[in-house]
């Protein structure tokens, strides 16, 4: 790819964003910036690539634009920026904004640059935090207007953060729990499993290291075998065994329905992020 990247933003997730993007591309192309500039150089020292002291300066830097703020101050941001992004489409350069923001709604973006007409384009992308290395799943969603070699270029540029695939944009909320979120729910899983392993007696480092590569390894059986992870769970439950005895103990507690529910919960949340205004 030949075009430039900027970012704004270079908190957890941005952050892990523009290490796959020097990853991918050459750090020359990436610039990057923050509220604290400091910040942002200091990650730009790290990796190579450009670090702006302004928004403004970001936006002229960059043909695709990575809003990586929270989503509360992203109409803010937005607006600030929407002169400049405007002067740039009045010369005929190409401007594409990319928005991480949970819950916000390719349409909310758009509003909020309304004065920069027809020719703006905008991508939402949901990451996760694994992206930080190498191993996110990443959603890309655009309306029909935005052209294919657009949404490419953005798939390109997270190519190294991980599994990168579009959505269909009624989904992106769904999508932002099951995979946005979830890295949380799924770390309380590791821990709490270290916890059984410390309280019958295993060391915390090794319970720790088991329970982490034992959950990569079974995630990796669903997506390698494609077979259902019901299946999967079977044929690790021999009759009388200690397995099944550990699902009934799961399965009285709640933990299934819990996971359901955590989901949901994040889910809604997601529809109220969305309404800020
Ligand atoms: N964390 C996740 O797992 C995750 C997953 C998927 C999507 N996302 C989305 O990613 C976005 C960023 O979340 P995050 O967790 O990375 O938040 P974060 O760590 O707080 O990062 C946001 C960064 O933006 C900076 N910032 C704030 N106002 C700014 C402004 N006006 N101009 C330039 N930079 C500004 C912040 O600087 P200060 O710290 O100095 O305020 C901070 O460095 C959110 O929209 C979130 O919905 C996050």
Do not use: W
Not at 157 to 175: K, T
Not at 196 to 210: E, F, I, K
């Amino acid at each position: 790819m030949k075009e430039n990247v900027s970012f704004i933003g270079t908190g957890n997730m941005g952050g892990a964003l523009i290490h796959a993007a020097c990853r991918a591309l050459d750090p020359a192309q990436v610039h990057i910036t923050d509220y604290m500039v400091e910040k942002a150089q200091e990650m730009a020292d790290e990796l190579g690539c450009g670090c702006v002291s302004s928004n403004r300066e970001a936006v002229l830097a960059g043909t695709y634009i990575f809003m990586c703020v929270k989503p509360q101050v992203m109409g803010g941001v937005l607006k600030e920026i929407a002169p400049v992004v405007k002067e740039c489409l009045d010369r005929g350069e190409k401007k594409i904004i990319v928005s991480i923001a949970a819950g916000l709604q390719l349409a909310y973006i758009k509003e909020q640059l309304a004065q920069c007409g027809d020719a703006l384009r905008v991508i939402r992308v949901m990451p996760n935090t694994p992206a930080a290395i190498g191993k996110g799943m990443i959603a890309v969603a655009a309306d029909p207007e935005v052209e294919e070699e657009y949404v490419s270029g953005v798939m390109e540029i997270l190519s190294d953060a991980g599994r990168v695939e579009r959505l269909a944009e009624n989904l992106m909320d769904q999508f932002t729990v099951v995979s946005g979120c979830s890295p949380a729910f799924v770390y309380m899983f590791i821990e709490a499993l270290a916890d059984g392993g410390v309280m019958t007696g295993l060391p915390r480092a090794q319970a720790m290291t088991y329970a982490a590569q034992t959950v990569m390894g079974a995630a990796a059986m669903v997506l390698e075998t494609g077979k259902h992870p019901g299946e999967l769970k079977d044929a690790v439950c021999s009759p009388a065994g200690s397995t099944i005895v550990g699902v009934a103990k799961l399965e009285e507690k709640g933990f299934r329905s819990a996971a359901i529910e955590a989901v949901k919960a994040g889910y809604e949340k997601n529809i109220d992020l969305g309404k800020v205004k």
